[in-house]
Nanobody, 124 residues
């Protein structure tokens, strides 16, 4: 079992930055593939970014590539999502997810463990 707890969400202006954290327990993040998804009101959950334990393999949605960076800290057993140049379209509940180490999945169905989510609101 893996327990995930997100933090770092908030209300910001367009162009601002936020860093989301995903604290893991139960397994080390080096033994899982970790991802971030988001869901805006009335929309389906969508993939944002994913990384493998080495943090050398990453994947990003086209909508965030170049603005968001996924990373992790093994010592803290925590994953991060650095979000720069935020836009109103980035407004959503952001959730981190994990699965046994493997491919960089981009669909929610590929992940076994989920956090509760953290709200990010970007005003124009």
């Amino acid at each position: 079992q893996v327990q995930l707890v997100e933090s770092g969400g908030g209300v910001v202006q367009a162009g601002d930055s936020l860093r989301l954290s995903c604290a893991a327990s139960g397994r080390t993040i080096s033994s899982v593939t970790m991802a971030w998804f988001r869901q805006a009101p009335g929309k389906e959950r969508e993939f944002v970014a994913a990384m493998t334990w080495s943090f050398r393999s990453t994947a990003y949605a086209d909508s965030v590539r170049g603005r968001f960076t996924i990373s992790g800290d093994n010592a803290k057993n925590t994953g991060y999502l650095q979000m720069n140049s935020l836009k109103p379209d980035d407004t959503a509940v952001y959730s981190c997810a994990a699965r046994p180490l493997g491919k960089l999945g981009t669909t929610p169905y590929e992940y076994n463990y989920w956090g509760q989510g953290t709200q990010v609101t970007v005003s124009s």
